[in-house]
């Protein structure tokens, strides 16, 4: 499965959308989780909010589904990008998972 990305106007919009598709854990407060067991995740959706005068106001919400079935989100800021942090793991889910469904394409 592909994952889509969306653009959103706004985070709240983003999250409003997720939760009404089921994904109602707020994984920014289990950051742990993501960063201890990254094999635990897929990445089912991306919105991403470009902030329109001020490039610090961009984010990045991601739509997690852990192996258990349960579904949540993930909010990453601009500046949340460090090593070794959950948007730095889910972001480099992402990839990994681009890379496999475009090998199996091939």
């Known amino acids: 499965m ?5 653009h959103y106007a706004t985070v709240s919009k983003a999250l409003e959308e997720l939760t009404a598709k089921g994904y109602s854990v707020d994984y920014n407060l289990q950051e742990d989780k993501i960063i201890n067991s990254p094999a635990d995740f897929t990445i089912e959706e991306i919105y991403r909010y470009e902030g329109e005068t001020d490039p610090g106001d961009e984010a990045t919400v991601f739509g997690i589904k852990a192996s258990t079935g349960e579904k949540g989100t993930f909010v990453a800021g601009l500046n949340a990008y460090t090593e070794n942090s959950a948007a730095q793991v889910l972001n480099e889910l ?6 496999e469904y ?3 394409k091939e």
Request: glycine share 8%; net charge positive.
């Open 94 to 99: 992402f990839i990994k998972g681009r890379q």
């Open 102 to 104: 475009n090998a199996s």
């Open 2 to 6: 592909e994952r889509q990305m969306y």
